[in-house]
């Protein structure tokens, strides 16, 4: 089993290089990072987690800039979105954008993607909420073609262009793993369907996700797929030991724990504790 962090990097927390040096010195396999381009002002989607929004959502910074800067930090610490939100983003930039970062970090990233909750963020995109699952899809299809091809073109209901070439290409092939963070049932399908590994949401509902690792290499095996060359990551976990070994068990491949968007939390000193419930160091 993996053990990751994750974070929404702000101007106020630890700068992002030195937590990310700090989780590679401890024994820890990836550091992740969260997204949202702004918060609309007018607040209408509930916030999934609760009825407060926390401030960190509203002051977090570039994940694809946070996570060069972690890069260059790091030698061998994998590099995560969790999650980046490519249906509100063009689809030819952010293939470039993966690709340079895979490049920087030497073959490193891990791109966790997602939907959003955000209605009003989205629509300021310019993406119709009702159908961000199928742009989500068809951008990584499309970004897909371009990582593996030198002239690259995909044509689908949302997404479409015609011969273009871009470099570089990542250093992982055929791409950077792509795991898909959503929920059970939904989040699993999609991941079966074209992902390289899935992320089950603690808190959005149905947490058994022990049990619904059975059942997603259960749905692999249906499909054609092989389960052990995909991954189940619980993320934003807390230092539960008891949930660890559960997972264990379970044959989860990725346990992420959660650090504090905050001026006043020594990251730290988090670190370590996790470090201690892993069974690192």
């Given at each position: 089993m993996h053990f990751g962090l994750m974070i929404f990097p702000t101007s106020y927390t630890t700068p992002i290089g030195e937590?990310?040096?700090?989780?590679?010195?401890?024994?820890?396999?990836?550091l992740w990072v969260s997204e949202h381009s702004h918060i609309p002002a007018s607040r209408e989607t509930p916030w999934p987690g609760g009825s407060d929004l926390p401030q960190y959502y509203y002051d977090v910074m570039d994940p694809f800039v946070s996570l060069g800067a972690a890069a260059q930090a790091t030698t061998t610490l994998k590099l995560g979105t969790g999650i980046c939100l490519v249906a509100q983003r063009d689809p030819i930039q952010t293939a470039k954008q993966v690709a340079s970062l895979d490049v920087v970090s030497n073959g490193r990233f891990l791109f966790g993607i997602g939907g959003g909750w955000n209605?009003?963020?989205?629509?300021?995109?310019?993406?119709?909420?009702?159908?961000?699952?199928?742009?989500?899809?068809?951008s990584v299809e499309a970004m897909t073609?371009?990582?593996?091809?030198?002239?690259a073109s995909y044509h689908g209901e949302l997404v479409s262009f015609d011969q273009i070439i871009s470099n570089p290409k990542p250093v992982q092939a055929p791409r950077p793993p792509v795991h898909i963070g959503a929920a059970f049932p939904n989040g699993m399908a999609r991941a079966v369907r074209y992902a390289d590994g899935w992320i089950p949401?603690?808190?959005?509902?149905?947490?058994d996700i022990a049990q619904h690792a059975t059942t997603y290499r259960r749905e692999l095996e249906k499909a054609g797929r092989d389960p052990d060359k995909t991954e189940v990551t619980v993320y934003a976990s807390g230092p539960d030991e008891d949930a660890v070994e559960r997972y264990r068990r379970a044959g989860i491949n990725r346990i992420v724990f959660a650090l504090i968007a905050h001026?006043?939390?020594?990251?730290?000193?988090?670190?370590?504790?996790?470090?201690?419930?892993?069974?690192?160091?």
């Open positions: 937590l990310a040096a700090a989780a590679e010195a401890r024994g820890f396999e990836s209605r009003e963020e989205m629509r300021n995109h310019g993406t119709d909420p009702r159908i961000r699952w199928k742009l989500m899809r068809e073609e371009i990582w593996t091809n030198d002239i949401l603690l808190g959005r509902g149905d947490d001026p006043d939390i020594d990251n730290f000193e988090l670190i370590d504790r996790y470090a201690t419930v892993a069974g690192l160091g």
